[in-house]
């Protein structure tokens, strides 16, 4: 433990900002893409998922959004975390799409970089420029459209990683890691349910480490009265920081229709083991195994099916993590033991959700365990830039300099590249061709006055895709809309109608527009084309 924290203050006494210049590099594509949107301003009109979302971050600006993205299975993540993350960049730029994708690559661009800086905590400037470094190669293997997606699955890779690096300093005893650590876990469990057994895990081997260090009277470092009122300080704040998360799903609990936390207890206890350890094994190797990041592209294919090949992979990934906790403890390197153990942990609790995912296990569903491996590299990195400190004495300083320079190098060269290519990715389009002829229509025919709310009459799941455009587009310029109780899943419950609603507005495929009109006849034909058709009607007033 001596060791740990003589090497602990050498690191913290390392001059900051060329951790600052590490963490930027790692940043640095997301925020050229970021930028060049902001420069640009397309007009952008989302449809489906992303007009669903949108209109979430919208209620986010008001604080009216209380749960997270909606399931295909009834009921909704957990909590908003990633939608009130996002309004803290989408809302100051004017609430447009585009905005939607600056404060996403914002976002990510964040966690690029606080994982840079924790591991700066860790290993000092060696080891912040190798997650720099790492993190950029990364981008490259799984593809650099995956960081560009405004979904909550694609949002989940790099805090998966830095929770698992806040997790290793934890246990190396600093507090402010551990609360760092449930700040992060909270906000990937609200963000996709998935995450849940992985950051339990992850979370509780951290915690299990102070507490055996508490009941040894262990301390890592030795600390001034200052630096002890510094850590309380980003402690209590970062435990302030996770009830304050979890209010707006406890406040929907109390008074949402429907209450999320209810429905999904309910969903989980009606569900039981779906497939075996072999399939779950196999799935999770397709994500430990590097040299197939290329193939996870597809988005909707299941990679719960048994393949021999990547349970050697899960197994000789466990062997690796296994190697670098014994390592680290031979080394008395405590990082390096708890992050090969936070692996092995975190490897068998997605093993264990895998079994129990309902329906298909599609690959965009676990995209996050990516990140494992990323860790693993860090952790062993660590354990090496430990064992150099122990020999650097012996290389020369001209030696020194030159490899330092060499490594400064490689990783502004691969920022370079990495930034040229996020920069060279298609423009971002509209995703339906003549979303914006038929939201135009549709506010054409509705009143001037906006203070009636508007029904959307969602017909089928054929045209639910085209009625989120038009209903974020509504929304946008004033409109309120309501939705079927059938729909409430999807648009939240504060859409739900409510009986004042004077017009409505009919979304019916070509193919049953006719039908529609025959036994409807005061319905008026707003918009039409091949593929939809939409009318308005006027609902009788309120008795």
Not at 413 to 427: G, K, Q, T
Request: with cysteine.
């Amino acid at each position: 433990m001596l060791a740990w924290a003589k090497r602990m203050t050498s690191a913290s006494a390392t001059t900051p900002p060329v951790a600052l210049i590490a963490a930027l590099l790692a940043a640095a594509p997301m925020l050229v893409t970021a930028t060049e949107l902001i420069i640009r301003r397309p007009v952008l009109y989302l449809d489906g998922d992303g007009a669903i979302d949108e209109l979430a971050l919208m209620r986010a600006g008001h604080l009216a959004q209380l749960v997270g993205n909606y399931s295909r299975f009834g009921w909704s993540e957990p909590g908003p975390a990633w939608f009130y993350a996002l309004s803290a960049v989408y809302q100051p730029l004017g609430r447009e799409s585009w905005a939607f994708f600056v404060a996403s690559l914002v976002l990510q661009a964040a966690a690029a970089a606080m994982i840079v800086w924790t591991t700066w905590r860790i290993g000092g400037q060696a080891l912040a420029l190798i997650a720099s470094g790492v993190l950029l190669v990364y981008y490259g293997l799984l593809g650099d459209q995956v960081f560009q997606i405004t979904w909550p699955p694609f949002e989940l890779m790099l805090p998966m990683a830095l929770l698992l690096l806040l997790a290793g300093l934890a246990a190396t005893g600093s507090r402010p890691a551990l609360a760092g650590s449930l700040v992060v876990g909270s906000y990937l469990v609200q963000t996709h349910l998935g995450t849940s057994g992985a950051v339990g895990a992850v979370v509780g081997v951290a915690v299990a480490y102070q507490v055996i260090d508490a009941i040894r009277q262990a301390r890592a470092r030795e600390q001034t009265p200052a630096q002890r009122k510094n850590s309380w300080l980003l402690t209590g704040g970062g435990l302030a920081l996770v009830v304050v998360m979890w209010i707006p799903p406890l406040i929907n609990e109390i008074n949402g229709q429907p209450r999320n936390l209810n429905l999904l207890w309910r969903f989980f206890i009606a569900n039981g083991t779906e497939r075996g350890w072999r399939a779950a094994f196999s799935a999770v190797g397709r994500y430990v195994d590097v040299f197939d990041f290329g193939g996870l592209s597809h988005y909707m294919q299941d990679v719960a099916v048994i393949d021999g090949g990547y349970i050697a992979a899960t197994v000789v990934f466990g062997v690796l993590c296994a190697a670098l906790a014994a390592a680290g403890t031979l080394a008395r390197d405590r990082f390096a033991q708890a992050t090969g153990i936070l692996l092995i942990a975190a490897t068998a609790a997605v093993a264990y959700s895998v079994r129990h995912v309902v329906g298909t296990v599609y690959d965009y569903l676990l995209l996050w365990v990516t990140t494992l491996p990323l860790v693993l590299v860090l952790g062993w990195a660590e354990l090496a830039v430990h064992q150099r400190a122990l020999l650097l004495p012996r290389v020369r300083p001209a030696a020194r300099t030159a490899i330092a320079a060499a490594a400064w190098v490689a990783v502004i060269a691969l920022a370079a590249a990495r930034m040229a290519e996020f920069v060279a990715l298609p423009p971002l389009e509209p995703t339906v061709e003549q979303l914006s002829y038929f939201a135009t229509a549709t506010q054409s025919a509705l009143p001037a006055d906006r203070s009636q709310p508007v029904l959307l009459d969602v017909t089928s799941l054929d045209t639910w895709v085209l009625a989120a455009g038009v209903g974020l587009q509504l929304e946008k310029h004033g409109y309120t809309i309501r939705v079927n109780p059938q729909w409430t899943f999807m648009f939240g419950g504060a859409a739900r109608r409510q009986g004042n609603e004077r017009w409505d507005v009919v979304f019916e495929t070509a193919a049953d527009a006719s039908g529609f009109a025959a036994a409807n006849p005061s319905a008026r034909v707003i918009a039409s084309t091949d593929t939809y058709t939409l009318f308005l009607v006027q609902l009788a007033p309120p008795p």
